[in-house]
């Protein structure tokens, strides 16, 4: 079965520092990897995609993703992070094949926190 | 081109009643999937609904049902409602492409049971 594990439930940065959240999925197949953010009080927006193309995925704002076969990992990145990057962001995980594509198995998320 | 759109944003109900929840998928797209989310559980995969035949389902009771209809919208129900169920509920669609489905989710039907 199909896994997702986000270390660190809260992540706090200064402004202007690398932001760094961690993911690592595990799968018995090269997976499809998503990471969304949630801003407060709204759904889900998706930063960004990995489907095999690359194994260095760029988003949306500025994040980006490194697919890490060896590591069954898939950490998100951004260099300078900024006030509104303050949100609740979550990695999943799909199957690659059959027809459970639409079934997203979640982390349990990591708040970050910007600090002025 | 329009998001997922989902209604009603904010609902309160009493427990035994039962629920309705709406979702108008993105344009072109056949899948929509159903999440709750709950402080304590997170994000849960209810089910999946392609071309008005639900495809998957989660581990829920069968209080929780959904359906969709031949324009792609979709409903899910909650029946006999209990204070546990209060939650985001959350509407995805997507549409498959040559790199697998990329799937966007609406804002969210806010469920508070008392």
């Known amino acids: 079965a199909q896994s997702v594990t986000q270390l660190g439930s809260h992540v706090s940065v200064s402004e202007g520092a690398l932001v760094l959240l961690r993911c690592n999925y595990s799968?018995?197949?090269?997976?499809?990897l998503f990471w969304y953010v949630q801003y407060p009080n709204q759904g889900l927006q998706l930063l960004l995609k990995?489907?095999?193309?690359?194994?260095l995925v760029k988003g949306i704002n500025g994040f980006e993703a490194e697919f890490k076969k060896s590591e069954t990992s898939f950490h998100l990145t951004k260099p300078s992070a900024h006030m509104s990057d303050a949100a609740e962001y979550f990695c999943?995980?799909?199957?690659?094949?059959?027809?459970?594509?639409?079934?997203?198995?979640f982390g349990k998320g990591t708040k970050l926190s910007v600090k002025p | 081109k329009a998001g997922v759109t989902q209604t009603p944003r904010y609902l309160i109900k009493t427990r035994g009643q039962q629920v309705t929840l709406s979702c108008s998928p993105i344009s072109g797209h056949r899948s929509v999937s159903w999440y709750q989310q709950t402080p304590g559980q997170g994000l849960q995969f209810l089910f999946e609904?392609?071309?008005?035949?639900?495809?998957n389902k989660g581990n829920f009771p069968g209080r929780f049902s959904g359906r969709q209809f031949s324009n792609s919208r979709s409903e899910m129900n909650v029946s006999t409602l209990e204070l546990g169920d209060s939650a985001l509920y959350l509407c995805a669609s997507s549409k498959r492409t040559g790199t697998g489905n990329t799937i966007y989710f609406g804002e969210g039907s806010w469920l508070t049971v008392v």
């Open positions: 999943a995980v799909s199957d690659r094949y059959g027809g459970s594509q639409g079934n997203l198995i």
């Open positions: 799968s018995s197949v090269p997976p499809y």
């Open positions: 609904y392609f071309s008005e035949t639900q495809r």
């Open positions: 990995y489907t095999s193309a690359a194994t």
